[in-house]
Protein backbone atom coordinates (compact mmCIF):
# COMPACT_ATOMS: atom_id res chain seq x y z
CA UNK A 1 0.00 0.00 0.00
CA UNK A 2 1.16 3.56 -0.71
CA UNK A 3 2.06 5.52 2.40
CA UNK A 4 0.02 8.64 2.40
CA UNK A 5 1.24 12.29 2.06
CA UNK A 6 0.34 12.99 5.94
CA UNK A 7 3.28 10.09 6.89
CA UNK A 8 5.90 11.40 3.95
CA UNK A 9 4.99 15.62 5.08
CA UNK A 10 6.08 14.15 9.07
CA UNK A 11 8.98 12.83 8.20
CA UNK A 12 10.19 15.41 6.16
CA UNK A 13 9.16 18.14 8.95
CA UNK A 14 10.93 15.71 11.29
CA UNK A 15 14.51 15.68 9.47
CA UNK A 16 13.71 19.22 8.68
CA UNK A 17 12.75 20.92 12.13
CA UNK A 18 13.75 18.18 14.76
CA UNK A 19 14.18 19.98 18.17
CA UNK A 20 12.31 23.43 16.99
CA UNK A 21 8.68 24.00 17.12
CA UNK A 22 7.86 21.19 15.63
CA UNK A 23 4.39 20.32 17.07
CA UNK A 24 2.94 23.56 15.58
CA UNK A 25 4.74 22.96 12.32
CA UNK A 26 3.06 19.32 12.76
CA UNK A 27 -0.50 20.72 13.01
CA UNK A 28 -0.54 22.78 10.32
CA UNK A 29 1.12 20.38 7.78
CA UNK A 30 -1.18 17.24 9.06
CA UNK A 31 -4.14 19.13 9.04
CA UNK A 32 -3.70 20.68 5.36
CA UNK A 33 -2.36 17.59 3.75
CA UNK A 34 -5.72 16.01 5.18
CA UNK A 35 -7.87 18.16 3.64
CA UNK A 36 -6.49 16.66 0.41
CA UNK A 37 -6.59 12.86 1.59
CA UNK A 38 -8.61 10.98 0.07
CA UNK A 39 -8.69 7.14 -0.78
CA UNK A 40 -6.54 7.47 -4.01
CA UNK A 41 -4.10 8.08 -1.85
CA UNK A 42 -3.74 4.38 -1.50
CA UNK A 43 -3.33 4.37 -4.78
CA UNK A 44 -6.14 1.89 -5.63
CA UNK A 45 -9.20 2.53 -8.61
CA UNK A 46 -12.80 0.74 -8.11
CA UNK A 47 -11.62 -2.21 -9.82
CA UNK A 48 -8.27 -2.51 -7.67
CA UNK A 49 -6.07 -1.32 -10.64
CA UNK A 50 -2.92 0.66 -9.19
CA UNK A 51 -2.21 4.25 -10.23
CA UNK A 52 -0.04 6.59 -9.38
CA UNK A 53 -0.06 8.60 -6.25
CA UNK A 54 -0.18 12.46 -6.98
CA UNK A 55 -1.25 15.02 -3.70
CA UNK A 56 -0.89 18.59 -3.46
CA UNK A 57 -1.05 20.85 0.29
CA UNK A 58 -0.78 24.25 -0.09
CA UNK A 59 0.37 25.66 3.62
CA UNK A 60 2.17 28.74 4.39
CA UNK A 61 2.69 31.79 6.58
CA UNK A 62 2.06 35.73 6.57
CA UNK A 63 2.22 38.34 8.56
CA UNK A 64 0.61 41.96 8.98
CA UNK A 65 3.06 44.79 10.90
CA UNK A 66 3.63 48.13 12.52
CA UNK A 67 7.14 49.19 13.05
CA UNK A 68 8.29 52.53 14.58
CA UNK A 69 11.67 53.94 14.74
CA UNK A 70 13.70 56.53 16.44
CA UNK A 71 15.31 58.14 13.39
CA UNK A 72 15.27 57.54 9.76
CA UNK A 73 13.27 58.59 7.01
CA UNK A 74 10.81 56.55 7.09
CA UNK A 75 9.94 56.84 11.15
CA UNK A 76 6.86 54.46 11.08
CA UNK A 77 5.62 51.96 8.63
CA UNK A 78 2.69 49.29 8.08
CA UNK A 79 3.77 46.07 6.39
CA UNK A 80 2.35 43.09 4.97
CA UNK A 81 3.85 39.72 3.55
CA UNK A 82 2.55 36.44 2.74
CA UNK A 83 4.76 33.34 1.53
CA UNK A 84 2.81 30.68 0.38
CA UNK A 85 4.60 27.01 0.09
CA UNK A 86 3.40 24.55 -2.24
CA UNK A 87 3.87 20.43 -1.53
CA UNK A 88 3.25 18.00 -4.57
CA UNK A 89 3.62 14.12 -4.14
CA UNK A 90 4.28 12.14 -6.84
CA UNK A 91 3.69 8.29 -6.36
CA UNK A 92 5.37 6.82 -2.65
CA UNK A 93 9.13 8.51 -2.38
CA UNK A 94 9.07 11.24 -4.22
CA UNK A 95 7.67 14.97 -2.92
CA UNK A 96 8.83 18.39 -4.49
CA UNK A 97 7.44 21.86 -2.15
CA UNK A 98 7.97 25.28 -2.92
CA UNK A 99 8.00 28.62 -1.15
CA UNK A 100 6.86 32.16 -2.59
CA UNK A 101 7.53 35.22 -0.61
CA UNK A 102 5.22 38.15 -1.61
CA UNK A 103 6.62 41.07 0.71
CA UNK A 104 5.26 44.64 0.54
CA UNK A 105 7.58 47.28 2.01
CA UNK A 106 7.47 51.19 0.98
CA UNK A 107 4.75 50.90 -1.22
CA UNK A 108 6.31 47.98 -3.44
CA UNK A 109 5.95 44.47 -3.42
CA UNK A 110 8.76 42.28 -3.57
CA UNK A 111 8.27 38.81 -4.88
CA UNK A 112 10.55 36.30 -4.63
CA UNK A 113 11.74 32.82 -4.96
CA UNK A 114 12.44 31.01 -1.25
CA UNK A 115 12.84 27.55 -2.06
CA UNK A 116 12.18 24.98 -4.98
CA UNK A 117 13.25 21.83 -4.09
CA UNK A 118 12.62 18.16 -5.07
CA UNK A 119 12.96 15.33 -2.69
CA UNK A 120 13.98 11.82 -2.95
CA UNK A 121 12.59 9.90 -0.13
CA UNK A 122 15.18 7.15 0.00
CA UNK A 123 13.83 5.02 2.98
CA UNK A 124 12.94 6.40 6.24
CA UNK A 125 16.78 7.89 7.43
CA UNK A 126 17.54 9.27 4.33
CA UNK A 127 16.33 12.15 2.14
CA UNK A 128 17.63 13.41 -0.95
CA UNK A 129 17.45 16.98 -2.19
CA UNK A 130 18.12 18.61 -5.63
CA UNK A 131 16.90 22.31 -6.74
CA UNK A 132 17.00 25.62 -4.41
CA UNK A 133 17.01 24.86 -0.84
CA UNK A 134 17.64 27.01 1.95
CA UNK A 135 20.71 25.64 3.22
CA UNK A 136 21.25 24.24 6.51
CA UNK A 137 23.74 26.30 8.00
CA UNK A 138 22.77 26.96 11.70
CA UNK A 139 19.27 26.60 13.06
CA UNK A 140 17.43 30.27 12.46
CA UNK A 141 17.57 30.36 8.78
CA UNK A 142 16.36 26.64 7.79
CA UNK A 143 14.10 26.19 10.61
CA UNK A 144 13.25 29.42 12.43
CA UNK A 145 12.85 32.30 10.31
CA UNK A 146 9.11 31.92 9.12
CA UNK A 147 7.06 35.06 11.34
CA UNK A 148 4.86 32.48 13.24
CA UNK A 149 7.90 30.38 14.49
CA UNK A 150 10.35 33.11 15.34
CA UNK A 151 8.80 33.85 18.61
CA UNK A 152 10.70 37.92 18.38
CA UNK A 153 9.21 40.05 16.02
CA UNK A 154 12.38 40.67 14.30
CA UNK A 155 15.39 38.57 12.93
CA UNK A 156 18.49 38.35 14.98
CA UNK A 157 20.75 41.25 13.30
CA UNK A 158 23.39 38.22 12.69
CA UNK A 159 21.17 37.18 9.78
CA UNK A 160 20.62 39.96 6.96
CA UNK A 161 16.77 39.11 6.90
CA UNK A 162 14.96 42.37 7.48
CA UNK A 163 16.80 44.06 9.52
CA UNK A 164 17.28 47.87 9.00
CA UNK A 165 18.80 49.30 12.29
CA UNK A 166 21.31 47.57 13.25
CA UNK A 167 24.28 49.28 13.73
CA UNK A 168 26.58 46.59 11.83
CA UNK A 169 26.05 44.47 8.35
CA UNK A 170 25.16 41.16 9.19
CA UNK A 171 27.54 38.12 8.68
CA UNK A 172 25.13 36.28 6.66
CA UNK A 173 21.78 36.32 5.28
CA UNK A 174 19.35 33.22 5.77
CA UNK A 175 20.96 31.36 2.98
CA UNK A 176 19.56 29.87 -0.05
CA UNK A 177 21.37 28.57 -3.10
CA UNK A 178 21.08 25.97 -5.70
CA UNK A 179 22.42 22.23 -5.87
CA UNK A 180 22.36 18.69 -4.17
CA UNK A 181 21.54 17.57 -0.75
CA UNK A 182 21.42 14.62 1.31
CA UNK A 183 20.04 14.34 4.70
CA UNK A 184 20.33 11.19 7.38
CA UNK A 185 18.69 10.93 10.19
CA UNK A 186 18.79 8.22 13.18
CA UNK A 187 17.66 7.28 16.53
CA UNK A 188 19.63 5.23 18.52
CA UNK A 189 17.61 5.24 21.60
CA UNK A 190 16.37 8.49 23.14
CA UNK A 191 18.82 10.75 21.26
CA UNK A 192 18.55 12.13 17.74
CA UNK A 193 21.41 12.01 15.22
CA UNK A 194 20.92 14.42 11.61
CA UNK A 195 23.89 14.55 9.42
CA UNK A 196 23.73 16.58 6.21
CA UNK A 197 26.28 17.16 3.47
CA UNK A 198 25.65 19.15 0.77
CA UNK A 199 27.24 21.48 -2.52
CA UNK A 200 25.83 24.32 -4.28
CA UNK A 201 26.62 26.88 -6.43
CA UNK A 202 28.35 28.98 -3.72
CA UNK A 203 28.90 32.93 -3.31
CA UNK A 204 30.28 35.38 -5.59
CA UNK A 205 31.39 39.13 -5.23
CA UNK A 206 28.65 41.86 -5.72
CA UNK A 207 31.82 44.37 -6.19
CA UNK A 208 35.33 42.97 -6.47
CA UNK A 209 37.05 46.23 -6.32
CA UNK A 210 35.92 47.11 -2.91
CA UNK A 211 39.21 46.58 -0.28
CA UNK A 212 36.49 43.70 1.44
CA UNK A 213 33.87 42.68 -1.18
CA UNK A 214 30.70 41.97 0.00
CA UNK A 215 29.62 38.61 -0.87
CA UNK A 216 26.27 37.53 -2.48
CA UNK A 217 24.62 33.65 -2.54
CA UNK A 218 23.32 32.47 -5.96
CA UNK A 219 19.49 33.35 -6.36
CA UNK A 220 19.15 32.17 -9.59
CA UNK A 221 21.13 28.93 -11.43
CA UNK A 222 23.85 31.29 -12.54
CA UNK A 223 27.86 30.20 -10.72
CA UNK A 224 30.50 32.62 -10.71
CA UNK A 225 33.66 30.35 -11.01
CA UNK A 226 34.16 26.50 -11.69
CA UNK A 227 34.34 25.36 -8.21
CA UNK A 228 31.37 24.45 -5.66
CA UNK A 229 30.47 25.41 -2.24
CA UNK A 230 30.59 22.46 -0.04
CA UNK A 231 28.82 22.50 3.42
CA UNK A 232 27.46 20.56 6.46
CA UNK A 233 25.76 20.14 9.41
CA UNK A 234 25.32 17.69 12.60
CA UNK A 235 22.94 17.78 14.88
CA UNK A 236 22.97 16.12 18.47
CA UNK A 237 19.55 16.21 20.37
CA UNK A 238 17.82 14.74 23.32
CA UNK A 239 14.21 15.52 22.55
CA UNK A 240 12.54 17.44 23.93
CA UNK A 241 14.49 19.01 26.11
CA UNK A 242 18.40 19.69 24.84
CA UNK A 243 19.83 19.88 21.36
CA UNK A 244 23.29 21.15 19.86
CA UNK A 245 23.81 22.26 16.31
CA UNK A 246 27.13 22.42 14.26
CA UNK A 247 28.01 23.43 10.73
CA UNK A 248 30.43 24.38 8.30
CA UNK A 249 30.90 25.80 4.29
CA UNK A 250 33.58 26.76 2.50
CA UNK A 251 33.81 28.00 -1.30
CA UNK A 252 35.68 30.29 -3.68
CA UNK A 253 34.01 33.56 -4.34
CA UNK A 254 36.06 34.63 -7.12
CA UNK A 255 36.16 34.14 -10.72
CA UNK A 256 39.80 32.23 -10.42
CA UNK A 257 39.09 30.15 -7.40
CA UNK A 258 41.76 32.07 -6.14
CA UNK A 259 39.82 33.29 -2.77
CA UNK A 260 37.63 31.46 -0.36
CA UNK A 261 35.35 32.04 2.07
CA UNK A 262 34.67 29.84 5.29
CA UNK A 263 32.04 30.49 8.09
CA UNK A 264 31.19 27.99 10.72
CA UNK A 265 28.36 28.07 13.29
CA UNK A 266 27.37 26.53 16.54
CA UNK A 267 23.70 26.47 18.00
CA UNK A 268 22.41 24.95 21.34
CA UNK A 269 18.70 24.90 23.03
CA UNK A 270 17.35 24.07 25.51
CA UNK A 271 13.64 24.12 27.03
CA UNK A 272 11.69 22.48 30.03
CA UNK A 273 8.49 23.35 31.64
CA UNK A 274 7.34 26.15 28.95
CA UNK A 275 10.89 27.65 29.33
CA UNK A 276 13.08 27.85 26.12
CA UNK A 277 16.83 29.26 25.76
CA UNK A 278 18.57 29.33 22.30
CA UNK A 279 21.31 30.61 20.92
CA UNK A 280 24.07 30.81 17.96
CA UNK A 281 27.18 31.75 17.42
CA UNK A 282 29.17 32.28 13.58
CA UNK A 283 32.22 32.91 12.52
CA UNK A 284 32.99 34.06 8.83
CA UNK A 285 36.75 34.50 7.17
CA UNK A 286 36.82 35.83 3.92
CA UNK A 287 40.28 35.85 1.68
CA UNK A 288 40.68 39.47 0.23
CA UNK A 289 43.29 40.18 -2.58
CA UNK A 290 46.22 42.66 -1.65
CA UNK A 291 49.63 43.95 -3.09
CA UNK A 292 51.20 42.09 -0.10
CA UNK A 293 49.63 38.85 -0.50
CA UNK A 294 46.04 37.13 0.61
CA UNK A 295 44.59 38.54 4.20
CA UNK A 296 41.86 37.05 5.82
CA UNK A 297 39.05 39.31 7.28
CA UNK A 298 37.67 37.66 9.91
CA UNK A 299 34.26 38.30 11.69
CA UNK A 300 32.15 37.19 14.28
CA UNK A 301 29.02 37.88 16.70
CA UNK A 302 26.00 35.84 18.47
CA UNK A 303 22.61 36.35 19.53
CA UNK A 304 21.10 34.72 22.80
CA UNK A 305 17.33 34.33 23.18
CA UNK A 306 15.08 33.27 25.88
CA UNK A 307 11.54 32.71 26.44
CA UNK A 308 9.18 31.58 28.80
CA UNK A 309 5.65 30.23 28.05
CA UNK A 310 2.57 30.76 30.58
CA UNK A 311 -0.82 30.39 29.09
CA UNK A 312 -1.22 32.61 26.17
CA UNK A 313 1.33 34.99 26.77
CA UNK A 314 4.77 34.36 26.15
CA UNK A 315 7.47 37.02 27.15
CA UNK A 316 10.70 37.23 25.30
CA UNK A 317 14.13 38.57 25.57
CA UNK A 318 17.21 38.56 22.89
CA UNK A 319 20.48 39.84 22.82
CA UNK A 320 22.58 40.42 19.69
CA UNK A 321 26.36 41.33 19.51
CA UNK A 322 28.68 42.21 16.79
CA UNK A 323 32.13 41.89 17.66
CA UNK A 324 34.57 45.08 16.42
CA UNK A 325 36.73 44.12 13.53
CA UNK A 326 39.82 45.47 11.94
CA UNK A 327 41.25 44.70 8.26
CA UNK A 328 44.51 46.11 7.08
CA UNK A 329 44.98 48.32 9.97
CA UNK A 330 41.32 50.13 9.39
CA UNK A 331 37.94 49.29 11.40
CA UNK A 332 35.46 47.32 8.92
CA UNK A 333 33.32 46.84 11.43
CA UNK A 334 32.86 49.03 14.96
CA UNK A 335 31.16 46.62 17.05
CA UNK A 336 27.20 46.93 18.02
CA UNK A 337 25.06 45.09 20.08
CA UNK A 338 21.09 44.79 20.69
CA UNK A 339 18.59 43.77 23.26
CA UNK A 340 15.62 43.41 22.10
CA UNK A 341 12.52 42.00 25.41
CA UNK A 342 9.07 41.42 23.37
CA UNK A 343 5.56 40.12 24.60
CA UNK A 344 3.61 37.21 22.41
CA UNK A 345 -0.07 36.33 22.98
CA UNK A 346 -0.63 33.11 20.96
CA UNK A 347 -4.77 33.02 20.12
CA UNK A 348 -3.96 29.18 18.85
CA UNK A 349 -0.19 27.34 18.34
CA UNK A 350 0.34 28.85 14.67
CA UNK A 351 -1.47 32.55 15.39
CA UNK A 352 0.13 35.44 17.35
CA UNK A 353 0.02 38.73 18.17
CA UNK A 354 3.59 39.71 18.70
CA UNK A 355 5.25 43.00 19.84
CA UNK A 356 9.06 43.48 20.51
CA UNK A 357 11.28 46.37 21.38
CA UNK A 358 14.88 46.65 20.15
CA UNK A 359 17.49 48.95 21.59
CA UNK A 360 20.39 49.19 19.02
CA UNK A 361 23.74 50.64 20.42
CA UNK A 362 27.20 50.76 18.15
CA UNK A 363 30.53 50.75 20.20
CA UNK A 364 31.65 54.37 20.68
CA UNK A 365 28.96 56.28 18.94
CA UNK A 366 25.59 57.89 20.31
CA UNK A 367 23.33 57.02 17.87
CA UNK A 368 19.26 56.50 18.87
CA UNK A 369 18.23 54.07 16.29
CA UNK A 370 15.98 52.01 18.66
CA UNK A 371 12.62 50.48 16.69
CA UNK A 372 9.23 49.38 18.11
CA UNK A 373 7.83 46.49 16.08
CA UNK A 374 4.30 44.57 16.17
CA UNK A 375 3.03 42.16 14.28
CA UNK A 376 0.14 39.59 13.46
CA UNK A 377 1.99 36.52 12.45
CA UNK A 378 -0.24 33.15 11.35
CA UNK A 379 0.92 30.00 10.15
CA UNK A 380 -1.86 28.25 7.32
Known sequence: MVRNIRARRRREINHRSAGTRTCAVVTVGLAAATMFYTSSAHGQTGTGRVVPTNE????????????????????????????PVFLFQFQDRVLFEMELEFDLREGVTETGLEYAQLDYI??????????????????FGPEIHPTWINKHTTA??????????????????????????ARVALNPGRMQLAFILYATQGPSAEDADEAVPELEFA??????????????????????WVRLSLSYLNGDYDESNALGFTAWNVAAEARTSGFEIRGEY?????????????????????????AYRRGRWEPVFRWTQIFANN??????????????????????????F???????????????????????????
Open 56 to 83: TVISGYGTVGYNAQTQGDNLNAFTASVS
Open 122 to 139: LNDNVVLVAGKFLLPFGV
Open 156 to 181: PPLYGHHVTQFGAPPLLPVLADVGAM
Open 219 to 240: SSSSDGNTDKMLGTRVDIGLPP
Open 282 to 306: IQTRQEIQSVGGVPTFRRHGFYAQT
Open 327 to 352: FAGAPQDIGAWQAAPGIDYWLNPSIA
Open 354 to 380: MVGYEINRERGAEIDNDRVVAHFAFGF
